[in-house]
């Protein structure tokens, strides 16, 4: 019976100890890789008479970065450079959790101060318009405006702005990558909104490389060739290993290709840069929607086989 007895201690004590391991690495993990969360957003009495609480009014902008997140998967070649990076939203704290393993992370943060990635915010009424502010707590912030309507549309104008914000501070890339895809869809456009945002991105350091190759990619539809043969070379500089702004800058050159005399010197080195990095890039992604283009450069290279080859993947794939 004694040895029953030990061997039930002798488990309830690894049992405990996994236990308590499980937790140590789960709160690691967020100390770590902290997930965003709002934390809390004050709004005004007007909102809160259309039917929003603080609570769920953050709910709501939670919501909305799930939104932005799905609209930015769209067009994978341009908007997602690498495929780990993942489409993040940004989580609403629920009231009265203040017992977990991320208030425990966020209490180890406090006390080695390390960087937080908890959000707050706050709507203000003016005359006209609605102030709506949102930081990281204990470092940056941005602002927006809202022209006020005067009826329940605000609240979803407000909604909207706000999660903009949030993505913003939180991962910017995929805001840039929903506005992207928003904003190529109308016509004509000048992408100012996902500039903006790659602008942020590039002054604050943040995930330079997509910035600058995402730049690339609206550049090459705003025929601004020049400005995206720059931006290419930009991304590739911080990363010769990613394949996307490759395939960017070969679409570059066969854009300048296509402008020119398909016979002139300078085409057929066009040609070559393109099918340089093109082919680099097709180690890593198949370009199917670059293959008729490329095999046009192919043949002008006087290289017939590999443009019909190339076709002939096309057509596989259609």
């Keep these: 019976m004694k040895r029953i007895v030990g061997a039930i201690k002798n488990i309830a004590t690894i049992a405990s100890f996994l236990l308590v391991l499980t937790l140590i690495l789960v709160v690691a993990k967020q100390v770590i890789w902290p997930r965003p969360t709002i934390e809390s957003v004050s709004i005004p009495t007007s909102v809160q008479q259309w039917g929003y609480t603080p609570e769920t009014f953050a709910q709501k902008v939670s919501d909305r970065t799930q939104a932005i997140a799905e609209n930015a998967k769209r067009d994978f070649d341009e908007a997602y450079p690498r495929k780990w990076i993942g489409t993040q939203v940004i989580e609403a704290?629920?009231?009265?959790?203040?017992?977990?393993?991320?208030?425990?992370?966020?209490?180890?943060?406090?006390?080695?101060?390390?960087?937080?990635?908890?959000?707050?915010?706050?709507?203000?009424?003016?005359?006209?318009?609605?102030?709506?502010?949102?930081?990281?707590?204990?470092?940056?912030?941005?602002?927006?405006?809202?022209?006020?309507?005067?009826?329940?549309?605000?609240?979803?104008?407000i909604v909207k702005a706000s999660s903009e914000l949030a993505m913003q501070l939180a991962y910017p890339y995929v805001l840039a990558a929903s506005l992207y895809n928003d904003e190529k869809a109308v016509a004509p456009t000048a992408f100012d909104r996902t500039m903006t945002v790659l602008n942020y991105m590039i002054k604050n350091g943040t995930d330079p490389y997509y910035a600058h190759n995402l730049k690339c990619a609206a550049y090459l539809r705003?025929?601004?060739?020049?400005?995206?043969?720059?931006?290419?070379?930009?991304?590739?500089?911080?990363?010769?290993?990613?394949?996307?702004?490759?395939?960017n800058l070969g679409n570059v050159y066969l854009t300048l290709t296509q402008q020119g005399n398909p016979t002139s010197a300078e085409a057929k080195q066009n040609c070559t840069k393109a099918d340089e990095q093109l082919t680099q890039a097709e180690r890593s992604h198949k370009l199917t929607t670059l293959y008729d283009d490329w095999a046009r450069c192919l043949e002008i290279l006087d290289k017939k086989d590999q443009a019909r080859a190339l076709r002939g993947q096309a057509g596989k794939k259609g």
């Design 93 to 157: 704290k629920i009231p009265g959790s203040d017992f977990t393993t991320r208030s425990a992370a966020q209490f180890v943060s406090d006390v080695f101060a390390l960087p937080s990635n908890q959000l707050t915010g706050s709507v203000t009424k003016t005359e006209k318009d609605f102030d709506i502010s949102f930081r990281v707590i204990g470092g940056e912030h941005l602002d927006a405006k809202i022209s006020s309507t005067g009826d329940t549309a605000d609240a979803e104008a």
């Design 222 to 247: 705003l025929y601004k060739i020049a400005d995206a043969q720059k931006e290419c070379e930009q991304a590739i500089a911080i990363d010769p290993s990613n394949w996307p702004a490759r395939a």
